[in-house]
């Protein structure tokens, strides 16, 4: 009877183990994040598929075009507009000077920049040219002009590739240079960077930009080559005029020889008749 009872107590624990075994082997195919939770107390490292882009939706747009607009300037060449920003304003001995970005070569003479509260600059101090971008450096003569604000391009933003009219064109940007090129703005209306010959140039390059390794294509250089011209005319000039007077001089004392001479020969010829003396020729 106790041998009896023993087996049966064998036979069921086997039995036990095997439904053990069959439901952890159950668990394990359906529910595998639980099964090594069980194990390890860890749940396991989710692995998901990197989602697209998501697109700017209609609100999105027109909240960032409001503060695109508000935060853009532009320059006027005639009657034609270009966009442009002003991203950083400078203190130097004289004057507070602001630079402003643009990315097309203009008639730098005539052009100004207006900004944002009808604030107009005019009278161009110099224009840089670094790499494929121009920095145009004015006097703001006193007047507050602030800088537009930078930020990081993250996904998704807008892009300023010029105006219609007087109204900037903004268009979604989802961070492809290939076909466009203008302003870049982050979801945030924040000034991004541009796209110019197919790259991508970030804001912090150009905030962090050392002018002095760009070139001056107008304004101290354009003015000491006049300088140059004008003191070249200014030589010739007096060259011509050393060169009349010479002439005149080498008349002047010409001419008085002949007058002696002709006395001479009257004094040498009257003297013969004895109507002058010597005093009244001296």
Same mark, same amino acid.
Request: hydrophobic share 35%; with cysteine; proline share 5%.
């Given at each position: 009877? @106790?041998?009896?009872?023993?087996?049966?107590?064998?036979? *069921?624990?086997?039995?036990?183990?095997?439904? @053990?075994?069959?439901? @952890?082997?159950?668990?394990? &195919? /359906?529910?595998?994040?639980?099964? &090594? =939770? &069980?194990?390890?107390?860890?749940?396991?490292?989710? %692995?998901?598929?990197?989602?697209?882009?998501?697109?700017?939706?209609?609100?999105?747009?027109?909240? %960032?075009?409001?503060?695109?607009?508000?935060?853009?300037?532009? %320059?006027?060449?005639?009657?034609?507009?270009?966009? @442009?920003? %002003?991203?950083?304003?400078?203190?130097?001995?004289? =004057?507070?000077?602001? /630079?402003? &970005?643009?990315?097309?070569?203009?008639?730098?003479?005539?052009?100004?920049?207006?900004?944002?509260?009808?604030?107009?600059?005019?009278?161009?101090?110099?224009? /840089?040219?670094?790499?494929?971008?121009?920095?145009?450096?004015?006097?703001?003569?006193?007047?507050? $002009?602030?800088? $537009?604000? =930078?930020?990081?391009?993250?996904?998704?933003? $807008?892009? $300023?590739?010029?105006?219609?009219?007087?109204?900037?064109?903004?268009?979604?940007?989802?961070?492809?240079?290939?076909?466009?090129?203008?302003?870049?703005?982050?979801?945030?209306?924040?000034?991004?960077?541009?796209?110019?010959?197919?790259?991508?140039?970030?804001?912090?390059?150009?905030?962090?930009?050392?002018?002095?390794?760009? =070139?001056?294509?107008?304004?101290?250089?354009?003015?000491?080559?006049?300088?140059?011209?004008?003191?070249?005319?200014?030589?010739?000039?007096?060259?011509?005029?050393?060169?009349?007077?010479?002439?005149?001089?080498?008349?002047?004392?010409?001419?008085?020889?002949?007058?002696?001479?002709?006395?001479?020969?009257? /004094?040498?010829?009257?003297? *013969?008749?004895?109507?002058?003396?010597?005093?009244?020729?001296?």
């Amino acid at each position: 009877m @106790a041998l009896k009872n023993k087996f049966l107590i064998l036979i *069921s624990v086997f039995l036990g183990l095997f439904l @053990a075994f069959i439901a @952890a082997g159950i668990l394990f &195919l /359906y529910k595998p994040d639980f099964f &090594l =939770s &069980l194990i390890f107390g860890k749940k396991p490292i989710e %692995i998901t598929e990197k989602k697209e882009t998501q697109k700017l939706t209609k609100k999105e747009l027109f909240q %960032i075009e409001e503060i695109v607009t508000n935060n853009l300037s532009m %320059i006027k060449e005639g009657i034609t507009i270009h966009p @442009a920003i %002003i991203f950083k304003i400078a203190e130097t001995e004289n =004057s507070t000077d602001a /630079y402003v &970005l643009t990315l097309s070569e203009l008639e730098w003479p005539f052009v100004k920049t207006i900004v944002r509260g009808g604030i107009t600059l005019d009278r161009v101090k110099k224009v /840089y040219k670094c790499s494929d971008i121009f920095i145009l450096d004015f006097d703001t003569k006193g007047m507050v $002009v602030p800088p $537009v604000k =930078s930020g990081p391009f993250i996904d998704k933003g $807008v892009i $300023v590739p010029g105006f219609e009219g007087q109204k900037p064109i903004v268009s979604p940007f989802y961070g492809d240079c290939q076909e466009i090129s203008g302003f870049v703005f982050n979801q945030f209306g924040d000034f991004s960077g541009v796209c110019k010959s197919q790259d991508f140039i970030p804001a912090s390059w150009i905030n962090n930009l050392n002018l002095s390794t760009c =070139s001056i294509i107008y304004g101290k250089p354009a003015q000491t080559e006049n300088s140059t011209t004008n003191d070249t005319e200014n030589t010739t000039e007096n060259e011509t005029e050393n060169r009349t007077l010479e002439s005149e001089n080498i008349t002047n004392n010409t001419k008085p020889d002949n007058q002696t001479l002709e006395f001479n020969q009257t /004094y040498i010829g009257e003297n *013969s008749t004895g109507n002058f003396t010597t005093n009244q020729t001296e």
